[in-house]
């Protein structure tokens, strides 16, 4: 089993458009950030390959080209923002290649927005002519509602962004065939505050994918301090960082990380 982080940035992207600050105009590749979005690779009980990704922002197709992506069987989604959601036109390619729709799992408010945003998936009968779009079928999920996927147990996440509840996923084996050391894994991006519920869920992890935008105060994401705070309550055995902005150069802010915690870079690869 493999899990990619197909993005590690915030909703600009770094190099951020008209900035020339260090970060921006960085040669270290693991400066540049793409909208944060991730993905699992793994072999389903029954050996079927299977990749489930986890957020379509507006970089999807650069992402899913560098990271070698032939195959999406499942799009989970985290809120309905543009950086996480405005690439859901790329996976139409995904529905040539593999002849089959692909279920996308959601929130009820983010459900009503992509329905909204993308009223040419989702009513196609409304279109003037027949055009080349996504097949999608949509699945209604709730927070603390656990369901499968291909021998993996998902259990969305009551988070806050601000004001905004938003989801994260926690990640368990629920097939022996399924079981690997990444496991149980939680990924909480964009969230400024973790409802009480929501702790017991974030408890025996070995990865933790946990929201840092930067030093500075946030009304709708936590700061590096507030997230190093909360990685080691948690105690998980790995925390990685992601949706940074420019504010924080890789190299410098990982040397003055804990143990067992680090800022993530696109295109980095666990298990």
Not at 132 to 150: K, M, Q, S
Not at 223 to 228: G, Y
């Amino acid at each position: 089993m493999r899990f990619t982080f197909l993005g590690t940035g915030t909703s600009s992207g770094v190099p951020a458009i008209g900035c020339s600050c260090a970060v921006c105009m960085s040669d270290d590749p693991r400066d540049h950030r793409l909208r944060t979005s991730a993905c699992f690779r793994f072999a389903d009980p029954q050996g079927t390959q299977r990749t489930i990704l986890i957020d379509a922002g507006p970089d999807l197709r650069q992402q899913a080209l560098a990271a070698d992506l032939d195959r999406l069987d499942a799009i989970l989604l985290t809120h309905n923002h543009v950086d996480h959601t405005w690439g859901l036109d790329e996976v139409r390619r995904f529905n040539v290649v593999m002849d089959a729709p692909i279920d996308i799992y959601a929130d009820a408010h983010t459900t009503e927005g992509i329905r909204r945003v993308f009223a040419h998936i989702f009513d196609k009968a409304s279109n003037v002519q027949k055009s080349f779009v996504a097949t999608l079928i949509p699945h209604r999920i709730e927070p603390g509602e656990p369901f499968e996927l291909f021998g993996l147990r998902v259990t969305p996440l009551h988070l806050l962004h601000g004001r905004l509840p938003v989801l994260g996923f926690r990640f368990d084996a629920a097939d022996e065939r399924t079981r690997a050391d990444i496991l149980p894994l939680a990924y909480c991006t964009d969230v400024s505050a973790i409802p009480p519920e929501s702790w017991p869920r974030l408890s025996g992890l070995n990865t933790l994918v946990l929201d840092a935008l930067r030093h500075r105060h946030h009304p709708t994401h936590l700061t590096l301090d507030r997230a190093v705070d909360i990685a080691a309550q948690t105690g998980a055995v790995r925390t990685w960082f992601v949706h940074m902005s420019h504010d924080m150069p890789h190299a410098q802010t990982n040397a003055g990380l804990p143990e067992g915690m680090a800022l993530a870079h696109d295109r980095l690869t666990l298990g």
